[in-house]
């Protein structure tokens, strides 16, 4: 049995847990074991937790509180003393553990807490309020002096026994727990060296979030309330001048002054607010919201013309709602009219501003709500961009674009996979294959779109036996997949692009290339992806007798076209739009097939979109990808 358990409260903390986790294994102090409890984390904490702690519990996030994690990790725990740490801190040295235990050679010593100090990327004013709260000398508590953090503590597991933690506070529970063992005559310790770096990188609405819990727990306790309200006003301002003093004296005043006030102002506005009304946080729900207040990093298109990486809210699942981290992100011309304000849907007042756009994703379950089948937890997965109600005559026909209610990915009503999380109905799910990487498996919607195209013509085109001569007039993505799919069905097929490059990419395969659009009367079979009126009114009228022509390039300028010749020989001209569930699964299992390698010659991170879209209306490249996921 270890001697001491560390017990590491946890929601999405990715970013520092594991930097964490290496320094406790660095620890001279080795008598130890690691408990992480995790509140419904979706980012990659629990995968970390899993390599280097050794248990890992996992509880409701709506059972939150910070005495109740502490409480179901310390009864899980083995040792003879439990260490509370914040999972966004790390230790100054190799000496903290060790540090922290040693007072507890005194059997009169209940509880010890160590020092906490800014990071390099504290706020200025953060970062001194831990200068004044965690100091360079020790010392022994003794009432009414009551004090104790549980972002850096040890605490007597046998005292722990007779008295949890209060699992009704907002906070503070660990002076709570300080108190009660203080008046019987037990000592809390306060040990600098035992120090660690405390990490906060809070935005301001979490400022104030953070001090309103603490004072609504103060007002609980009966630290603080209304009458209160007028010291804390004191004492923030107090501060507040002494942190221009400090800043002004090390020359950086300019650049920290508004940080300065912003982070006084808003620590102010969350105390007052607690102290005078805490209601928020006796409300389940509401508590559970106010806790897992979840952000993460998206492109949000405000307006026409201005698109940047925002901190964007994280929505809690609805019933038959999952969680999807984001691994790759297709861009598209859709994206880019989005952003110019062209696109028909901010044109016509189908959609609104702000958006974060996106249609083509892949990733991977990270969480569920309830109500969800036919997808688990860690599945990889593609997403459907269109899903309608299911019940109108649209939807039961399978055509989701028809229905009314219906929402689409990073256009209407459903933000997209310009962002680490998507959000979104599991029956839009569709999970990959065994073989199929979530590189690969990004193509899907697109490949999707093209095979119900094809599908379509192949049941109108006139059935001699054989292959058919097939041309695909444009091949930038969607043209490209098209000559793939049907080289791939053993047709004989002609590309036709006045781009060299993009003909290029058929080297070496039994795809034959062009750049004049002639000889269409040869062809029984033709596909039009150009979106431009003169190629196709060439496609209607050089088209041999009996032709069909699926048109995917969509939308045409104002044009008027004559289909008197076309209807005199027998040519049937089909349109298609979208996809369905059916053709994500024929998708899905034909990408392994096809030779696609040349749509993976572009992949940069999420944060370089601008250069991405430049670089798609360029067409430098074949197809672009977001590198979401970190």
Not at 276 to 302: H, Q, T
Not at 373 to 397: D, I, K, L, N, T
Not at 573 to 581: A, D, E, H, K
Request: aromatic fraction near 10%; include cysteine; hydrophobic fraction near 40%.
């Amino acid at each position: 049995m270890p001697e001491t358990s560390i017990i590491i409260r946890t929601f999405n903390e990715e970013k520092y847990l594991e930097k964490l986790l290496e320094a406790v294994q660095g620890q001279a102090y080795r008598d130890y074991e690691v408990v992480v409890v995790d509140s419904g984390s979706f980012d990659r904490t629990r995968e970390i937790a899993q390599r280097h702690a050794q248990k890992l519990i996992r509880i409701k996030s709506e059972d939150f509180t910070y005495g109740y994690a502490l409480n179901v990790g310390i009864a899980a725990a083995e040792g003879q003393y439990a260490v509370a740490v914040s999972a966004h801190t790390l230790p100054l040295d190799k000496e903290w553990l060790g540090k922290l235990v040693q007072p507890f050679t005194d059997s009169k010593v209940a509880m010890v807490y160590g020092r906490q100090v800014g990071w390099e990327t504290s706020k200025f004013s953060d970062a001194q309020d831990l200068h004044r709260t965690f100091g360079p000398s020790p010392k022994v508590l003794r009432p009414p002096h009551y004090f104790a953090n549980n972002a850096n503590s040890a605490l007597r597991r046998m005292l722990w026994e007779e008295h949890p933690f209060d699992e009704a506070l907002a906070g503070l529970e660990d002076i709570e727990w300080a108190r009660h063992w203080m008046r019987k005559d037990y000592l809390v310790v306060y040990e600098p060296a035992a120090s660690l770096y405390h990490i906060h990188e809070d935005t301001w609405r979490q400022v104030r979030k953070r001090y309103y819990a603490e004072a609504v727990a103060a007002k609980s306790l009966g630290l603080g309330g209304p009458l209160t309200v007028p010291k804390a006003f004191a004492i923030e301002g107090e501060r507040m001048v002494v942190d221009l003093l400090k800043a002004t004296y090390q020359e950086r005043l300019p650049k920290k002054l508004p940080e300065i006030a912003m982070y006084r102002a808003n620590k102010l506005a969350g105390t007052v607010k607690g102290l005078v009304n805490g209601k928020v946080l006796k409300v389940p729900e509401y508590r559970e919201a106010f806790f897992f207040d979840a952000g993460a990093k998206g492109v949000v298109i405000s307006g026409p013309g201005h698109a940047q990486v925002e901190s964007i809210h994280v929505p809690r699942l609805k019933p038959g709602e999952v969680l999807i981290r984001v691994t790759y992100c297709g861009v598209t011309l859709g994206d880019i009219d989005l952003y110019e304000g062209k696109h028909q849907y901010i044109t016509d007042g189908t959609t609104s501003y702000p958006i974060v756009p996106g249609q083509e994703v892949s990733g991977t379950v990270v969480a569920m709500g309830v109500k969800v089948a036919g997808v688990s937890e860690g599945a990889h997965v593609v997403v459907m961009p269109v899903y309608g109600c299911g019940r109108c005559v649209g939807c039961r026909a399978g055509r989701q674009y028809m229905c009314a209610e219906r929402r689409e990915l990073g256009v209407l009503r459903w933000n997209g996979g310009y962002a680490e999380y998507v959000v979104g109905p599991s029956g839009a799910v569709h999970e990959l294959p065994p073989g199929l990487d979530s590189r690969r498996a990004v193509l899907a919607p697109a490949l999707a779109v093209v095979l119900k195209g094809l599908n379509r013509i192949a049941k109108v085109w006139v059935p001699t036996p054989g292959p058919k001569r097939c041309a695909v007039v444009g091949v930038g993505p969607l043209g490209h997949m098209a000559a793939r799919v049907l080289a791939h069905r053993g047709h004989e097929v002609t590309v036709f692009d006045q781009n060299a490059r993009r003909l290029g990419y058929f080297s070496g395969s039994n795809i034959s290339t062009s750049q004049n659009l002639e000889e269409l009367g040869r062809f029984e079979a033709l596909v039009e992806t150009t979106g431009d009126p003169v190629s196709l009114d060439r496609m209607l009228r050089e088209s041999p007798s009996g032709a069909a022509i699926l048109v995917l390039g969509v939308p045409y300028a104002h044009r008027r076209f004559t289909f008197q010749n076309e209807f005199a020989y027998d040519k049937t001209l089909v349109g298609s739009v979208g996809s369905g569930s059916g053709d994500i699964e024929e998708a899905l299992t034909l990408l392994s097939e096809l030779d696609l390698e040349r749509f993976f010659e572009h992949v940069v991170p999420l944060e370089s979109f601008s250069g991405a879209w430049n670089n798609v209306r360029s067409g430098e490249h074949l197809k672009t990808l977001l590198k979401v996921e970190r």
